[in-house]
């Protein structure tokens, strides 16, 4: 072959490379625009055209390369050669890319719309910080206002307010009228609130029928007596609901800074207190906070000396709910959750209990004793055949940040036998705060082959950074995001950009609260490795848990990822 043929099919390969990376770059689906050192527009790919209509390759004064060689000056400055930024084009978000090719002189632009991955992140930081169902502030916030205010307070040596709203008989409107309703009325009195108080007060929904005010910049008690009796006021009208009216009352209960506490828990809590008081002396009424009044602290101290009883006269029961792997459909765990079956009072619900068990320090022998009793219950299911089931158990903040937590759950799983990689700690967002206690806890149980969970993921305090810096194993989604994935577009963003973040990290991903089919078909369209829910089973007991550990079936010649690959049984004990 002559020196011509060699220099032709050379020239031919190199026109075909320069066509194959043309098209690849044409039908990237991500904006490229390239410039010169001065500015000049010198290629655009097809994406370019089709995002922005407006697009022209006369000017470069389109949005997309607003400030652009602003950049680029200061890139050739620093001697940096890629610098990446957030934009806003006719209300979507773009993270655009600016990059210079040293050799040739060109920069290369290039937007990757991340308006959805936006939408979602802040709608998991608004839930974290607001009530979903009246947009107020949640009791995170509240307390976090408060604090502020407090601290204001103190510097100018002003009192301030916190007011403790309860609707009166709020469950009959739910019992005879539906939650529907409910809901529906807890909107038109937060709406209702919120016009009656002044600019810069807070008003929060704290849950169920609870609403907490702070009042701020007071010189005097009796502008306190002044805005309670308008909120008061607000419910002589009726509220119109589906062509009805619903006439509804509210008891109000008052706390002032600095008189009835210094700090914004004891505030809320004497606060609260006072709303009991007006309760129990009529309703529709406001109430202020005395020493006297010991009505909440009764029934917290019964509860506390009750409790005490609760391990020596083995009233602590463990439930177990099932927790199924979507790719295979077998049962492949259990959660372990606490119930207390009181002589008198017979079951006491764990929202009841638990939180007063944090308070006094009774959850950490409680917390003990739960691990305990999983562990040995999983090991003994080893024993009758069912391999390699693990255990998911909460861990409390208090008891995870206790010097002995590593002995602790190494006792646990000495004493029954259990593998350490068949313990599931589940821990709250709330404990993953940046201490270097935490990161050394979750390192050491890692390092015993531990697995670690964070329950409840998007509600509550941690961040995207604190799963590249905390070695966990999974994550949960929390049941507020599974509940509406099938009806609400935001939800599914929000569950489909946790499984995608989490995978991304080598996560795995269990979702809780998985009730109906639609809900199941959306998560296995997406890959979520594990679920549990009523869907399957609810929390059972030992026996009952090992009836459907026996029964439970799967279809095994049908395509893990198929309709149909999971066949659960409705089981009848």
Known sequence: MGEFDKNSALLERSLRELKRLSTFLDHNPNPIVELDRNGAITYVNLAVFQKFLDFTTERNAHPMLTGVMDVVARLWESGEVVATREISIGGDRYEQQISLSLENQLVRVYLNDITQRKHAEEKILRQAHYDALTGLPNRFLFIDRLNQSLARGKRRGQMVGVLFLDLDNFKQVNDTLGHTIGDTLLQHVAKRIESTIREGDTVSRLGGDEFAIILVDLDRSEDIIRISQKLLDIFLLPIQLKNQEIYITASIGISIYPRDGKVSEELLQNADTAMYRAKEQGRNLYQFFSSEMNLKIAEKLSLEMAMRQMLPEKQLLLYYQPIVELSSGKIVGMEALARWKHPEWGLVS???????????????????????????????????????????????????????????????????????????IE???????????????????????????????????????????????????DRSFIQDIATDPDDRVIVKTIITLAHSLRLKVIAEGVETNDQLDFLRAHECDEIQGYLFSPPLTAEEATQCLSKWQYVSDVPPHGRGALLYNVLIF
């Open 350 to 424: 764990p929202s009841r209990f638990i939180p007063i068990a944090e308070e006094t320090g009774l959850i950490v022998p409680i917390g003990e004793h739960i691990l305990r009793m999983a562990c040995a219950q999983i090991h003994c299911w080893h024993d009758q055949g069912f391999q390699n089931l693990h255990v998911a158990v909460n861990i409390s903040a208090r008891q995870f940040h206790r010097q002995d937590i590593l002995q602790t759950v190494g006792s646990a799983l000495s004493e029954s036998g259990l593998t350490a990689s068949l313990l599931d």
């Open 427 to 477: 821990l709250t967002e709330s404990i993953l705060q940046s201490t270097e206690f935490t990161v050394a806890t979750i390192f050491n149980l890692r390092a015993k082959g531990v697995k670690v969970s964070i329950d409840d993921f998007g509600t509550g305090y941690s961040s995207f950074s604190y799963l590249k810096r905390f070695s966990v194993n999974k994550l949960k989604i």
